[in-house]
């Protein structure tokens, strides 16, 4: 595995209408993005987040550590016309980030899950919306009669206008944070990138999913992969964060859940090991920090549980925990640390 990453969330709009990260700041960023660096041991970070100063400001403080960053810009629930208008503004950032800091390296990431996230390529006004068009039953239906779906081609049409008109932008290598579920056409980009979780339903064929993206013939990223933090969120993958009821005030989980940990360390940890034997180019976890799911010592709130985080969110004491920061490291942040120190399990 050549780069050895994590994902950096600066602050993306959810489908409440807030934003994961209410605060953030240089002074923030300057402290957890030294902690990624000499205490995780990542040498890259994939930084996201609607707000393109936060983006910038995160990646001038990784580049001053040496990190290579992959410079990850969302605008999610937007349309096409406004996506490609801040994809555009992100390639030109990125590219005076690339000439401030020539001896680094900045790999601009095209959009992520934009059939999910972007008006347009899917049936429905929601993420929500998309979502079920995708993935219920109607549309499994289809998947297991073989029936096309269409929204690829009017995707990978839109993903070829992009790659152009980047490349026009920004000198540097160029990917795409595909979900599993888009057949995305790789020609026109340098490195394969994909969301790519383990859960139940693919734990037997994750592997052989992994070998169908290496046979592009390209450097594979995963770009993001990851657990939550409660007893059987290893076999939910990427859906484990739909436990949370959003319309209860205060938010709440859905049902009794058993907080694990562990849990969430040994799902990264076998999923490093395996990323790492098929030699992977990239692995970024998800996530460093989920700032909308803070811990709570009472379990029915203790959003944390839903959380990618490997830091939990302290709830509303004010307090300043760990180096002046108001979170706290869950045991994932220590294996995390130890696996990238070492390259091994223990």
């Known amino acids: 595995m050549h780069y050895k990453g994590i994902n950096y969330d600066?602050?993306?709009k959810t489908t409440t209408g807030g934003l994961t990260r209410d605060i953030f700041d240089a002074t923030t960023a300057a402290k957890e993005i030294d902690i990624i660096k000499q205490e995780l041991h990542c040498n890259s970070i994939r930084i996201s987040g609607q707000d393109l100063d936060r983006v910038i400001l995160a990646s001038e403080t990784a580049?001053?550590?040496?990190?290579?960053?992959w410079f990850s810009p969302s605008l999610p629930y937007s349309n096409q016309a406004s996506t490609l208008e801040h994809i555009i503004r992100a390639a030109e950032a990125a590219e005076k980030l690339r000439l401030r800091f020539p001896h680094l390296i900045i790999i601009f990431v095209a959009g992520c899950e934009l059939s999910l996230f972007t008006e347009g390529f899917v049936k429905g006004d929601t993420g929500e919306e998309r979502m079920q068009n995708m993935f219920g039953p109607f549309s499994m239906i289809k998947n297991m009669l073989g029936i096309p779906r269409t929204y690829n081609q009017r995707l990978n049409k839109f993903l070829s206008d992009v790659v152009a008109i980047v490349r026009k932008k920004f000198n540097g290598q160029v990917t795409y944070a595909s979900g599993t579920w888009e057949k995305i056409d790789w020609q026109p980009f340098d490195i394969v990138g994909v969301d790519?979780?383990?859960?139940?339903?693919?734990?037997?064929?994750?592997?052989?999913?992994?070998?169908?993206?290496?046979?592009?013939g390209k450097p594979v990223s995963i770009m993001e992969f990851g657990c939550c933090t409660y007893k059987g969120a290893d076999d939910k993958g990427g859906m484990g964060w739909a436990i949370v009821d959003w319309k209860k005030d205060p938010p709440q989980l859905k049902g009794d859940y058993k907080r694990d940990e562990q849990t969430q360390a040994k799902y990264l940890l076998e999923l490093l090991t395996l990323l790492n034997?098929?030699?992977?180019?990239?692995?970024?976890?998800?996530?460093?920090?989920?700032?909308?799911?803070?811990?709570?010592?009472?379990?029915k709130y203790d959003l944390d549980m839903a959380a990618y985080g490997i830091v939990k969110i302290m709830?509303?004491?004010?307090?300043?925990?760990?180096?002046?920061?108001?979170?706290l490291p869950k045991l994932a942040f220590f294996k995390l640390a130890g696996?990238?120190?070492?390259?091994s399990v223990f």
């Open 196 to 216: 790519y979780y383990r859960a139940g339903y693919n734990k037997t064929t994750y592997r052989k999913g992994l070998q169908n993206y290496k046979n592009q």
């Open 63 to 69: 580049l001053a550590q040496g990190l290579t960053v």
């Open 315 to 327: 709830a509303n004491d004010g307090q300043e925990h760990y180096k002046g920061l108001p979170w």
């Open 277 to 299: 034997a098929e030699e992977v180019y990239a692995a970024f976890v998800f996530t460093f920090i989920s700032g909308n799911y803070p811990h709570h010592d009472d379990p």
């Open 10 to 12: 600066t602050g993306t």
């Open 339 to 343: 696996y990238y120190s070492t390259g």
